[in-house]
């Protein structure tokens, strides 16, 4: 074989080679989403906003979240539970018909509650706790979950990705603690912005920040 045609096919492979790298690029970065970490945050009925924050009181607008129509609100309000006590708690917008306490495992802790793991706005069961405002306080029966790991897509996201509403799935993260996140819930709905949501417990144990990027395993 000549030097030429040696030189021909060694840069026929290089080139295909680049190909192929770049369409697996590709792939990974089709399948890769936002990240969107959450603090301990609590959701309240319009007649709680009264009753912790005052009569004719309404929720205020501190920023928007990534979220359409969702925003965090000047409001905060202290938690009570039987074990301890957690300050300047954020409250979230607008408001809900019931209102929920989101909060990680870890502040659990703090408050001596063991509060169960559980998609929003699934409470039966749960444990309650006291919010206490500025004018008056506010104590629950049920309500303090911690909230299941899961990802905001629209239609047209779900039909990239593959997925549907309600489907679990696997989400791998990269960097020194990487690992692989399971039994991810996938929401599904037209106002919906593409972002996973984790609490700061699953956050901390991956290294992810807001807006770090993580890959469907599809």
């Known amino acids: 074989m000549s030097q030429t045609e040696q030189l021909v096919i060694a840069v026929t492979e290089a080139v295909l080679r680049h190909f192929q790298q770049s369409g697996a690029n590709s792939q990974a970065r089709a399948k890769s989403l936002p990240v969107g970490v ?8 319009a007649e709680d906003v009264q009753r912790l924050f ?27 539970g ?38 929003s706005g699934d409470l039966t069961g749960s444990p309650g706790v006291t919010l206490v405002g500025p ?7 049920t309500g303090v979950i911690v909230a299941a790991r899961h990802v905001h897509m629209n239609p047209t996201d779900a ?13 791998r993260t990269s960097g020194p603690r990487g690992l692989i996140f399971q039994e991810v819930l996938v929401r599904v709905h037209t106002d919906f912005q593409l972002e996973m949501h984790l609490d ?12 770090d990027h993580v890959t469907i395993m599809k």
């Open 159 to 171: 039909a990239v990705f593959g997925v549907s509403d309600k489907e679990r799935i696997d989400i």
């Open 135 to 141: 004018v008056g306080s506010v104590t629950l029966p």
């Open 82 to 119: 039987s074990g301890g006590v957690i300050e300047k708690v954020r409250v979230l917008g607008p408001v809900r018909q019931q209102t929920q306490v989101e909060i990680s495992t870890a502040d659990g802790y703090r408050l001596g509650l063991r509060p169960p793991v559980r998609d």
């Open 38 to 45: 959450s603090n301990r945050h609590v959701h309240v009925a």
């Open 54 to 80: 005052g009569p004719g009181s309404v929720l205020t607008k501190q920023k928007d979240l990534s979220q359409p129509g969702q925003f965090a609100c000047n409001e905060t309000v202290t938690l009570v």
């Open 200 to 211: 700061l417990d699953e956050a901390n144990a991956a290294g992810l920040n807001n807006q």
